[in-house]
């Protein structure tokens, strides 16, 4: 900042055109001053100079220059419009100082940092970067699925949010059935209007998309479905509203029971271990026939007992049986109210399907004794994997 260099004129004259050239003097030298002033420290100096209640420049010269002025009326009307001019310039003069001074600190900041970095020692070892791991759950779909995709399965998906057409009536489950009763729905709300198989809900498992697959491709068909799925179910240690499950679907000519036995008791060696039996209990499904549950043997204790399979030796797994007619007919006749052929007669093909729950096996599989710790995103559960 050049020095202030302006001092108050010994007023020679008290004539109007006296006083206004001091204050022309006075604004003038206030605003080549101003230019110069670059820090807060300046403008507070600036401040006072101009502004000092006493000895400002402004209250002290310019209000003399009143006393003297013949018309003192017209002089007081000036001082105060000079006034108002040099507050506004103060004003804009104060945040743009304030502007520039937030800058210049953070600018300074990143200097800091440069000259901070430029001391790093480059021979210490960096800074490693977590990337994660596999979510349980995930890792789990990935590889049951891939068991699958390993005998010729193609991965199908569909929506969470179905109608009652896919999720129950093309399989099997007729309106006020009890069967629906264990599934215990949740229903999009606001969907009276609707025919009852057009009401959207949330899919309560994941076999509503063996129809769509069925009603979109003639056979043969071997899918393996992964997904999420919804139920009003209240949570506890091993139940949760949400899940996930890995449904099965394989239809062709000549297909038989023996095949899903043969299918399931490879696929269970395949992920849990080669020494592992399966065996099949009869069971109930509306949309096959016959049904059955699948027990596998205990592959943390051979079978001889322990507190994972509950000292029996079996763990119960998975849901399966011989795909019912009654949904071939139903996929038929979607896909002849689609303009397609129908694909699905019996009398040629048939077909085996089989679900599982996906926490239900990677609780068992990774000793889980809390479904709830799935979707806790707590690090120290998840860092465990
Ligand atoms: N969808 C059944 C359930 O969620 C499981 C299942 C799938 C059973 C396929 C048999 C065949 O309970």
Redesign the pocket.
Known sequence: MTPATYTLPELTGASDADLARAFDAILHSLSREAHDVETPEQLEHFRVRWFGDKAGLINKGAASFVRLAHDKRLAGNTFKQVKESAEQLYSELTSTIQRTDLLSKKLGATLADDRASASIDLTLPGTRRSIGVEHPLTRTMREMTAVFAALGYSVRVGPEVETDFYNFEA?NFPPNHPARD??DTLVVAGQEAKPLRERLLMR????PV?IRSMVANAPPLRIVIPGK?HRNDESDATHSPIFH?V???CVDTDITFSDLKGTLDYAMKAFFGSSVKTRFFP?Y?P??EP?ADVQISCPFCGGKGCRKCKHSGWIEL????MVNPAVFAAVDARRIENGLEPAYDTKKISG??????VERIAMMKYGVGDIGQFYSGDLRFLNQF
Request: aromatic share 14%; glycine share 18%; with cysteine.
């Open positions: 399989l264990t599934q309560t498992h994941t076999s063996q799925v499950q449904e099965g679907l069971s499904f949309f096959t049904s998975l849901g399966c049986g085996f399907a089989f679900g599982m729950g």
